[in-house]
């Protein structure tokens, strides 16, 4: 997995998503990802979380990282948490979104009828706060994202988080970023006329994270998520959907990093299904 980087001055140890950090009272690991700042503060009897964000700021590609003597000098979005008897040890743990994701391409794709194409996409994940063992504090995503409604009307539908994609049809031009989680959506057309792609839904809690065993182009070892096959035998309408098991073979070795949300019951796979174009 790309690992933090660190910057001059860094006094304490350096860990990618899931490796644990300890530290000492007074100690604060802080985290630059994107365009939010994470620091974590532990002090005798309580942890401090401190969350900003900078709006507008141009999204940074490396994730930096740097543990301090000291706590911060400003209380921006501060969330105190009473301590337990747990590890004086803080960790990062990555997660897809909580709520489908409604994704749309920049420009529509026209797929032809008897066909099979993979479009390469690249989803935020939200932070998971781990200290001690397996505690967690909170969770927040490294981006703000956007609300939308998927369904017929305001009556039948749930809510969910828009997205954009350029729909790319080659892995290798996918930018990789720590903080992203990259997707193969297989889309198979069965059907006798030309398929429309401008939206779909990609069912991010039911979906786990895996992780490249070894580093990728970029050196980096990327998350991914498993295949997701949508299916198309006459039209939009009688789409079906189907999560993979693995990520696609251009991942490369993966190894298992966050389970699923949600498992994927019977009935909430139905439910996907029926709103996978809308």
Known sequence: MAQPQSSSGTDGPIAAWGESVPLSPGDTLRNGLSDMTLSVTLLAHEWQVRVARHPGAREETAWHQWCHSALPEHDEGLERF???NEAPRVALRPALADLPLIVRPNHPLHLPPGTDTTI??????????????????????????????????????????????????????????????????????????????????????????????EPGVDGAHSLWTPTLSIRCERDLATASLKVEATPPPEAGPCTALAPARQPVERNHLVRTMDRIFG
Do not use: K
């Open 82 to 84: 009473a301590r337990g």
């Open 120 to 213: 390469y996409m690249s989803t935020l994940v939200w932070l998971q706060l781990m200290v001690g063992e397996d505690r967690r504090l909170m969770e927040v995503p490294v981006r703000q994202p956007s609300w939308t409604w998927m369904g017929a009307d305001t009556m039948e539908g749930e809510l969910c988080y828009a997205s954009l994609t350029a729909a790319r049809l080659e892995p290798d031009n996918l930018p990789r970023r720590p903080w992203r989680a990259m997707s193969a959506v297989r889309l198979r057309h069965e059907g006798d006329d030309y398929l429309t792609l401008d939206r779909f839904s990609f069912p991010a809690p039911i979906m786990p994270l895996f992780r490249q065993s």
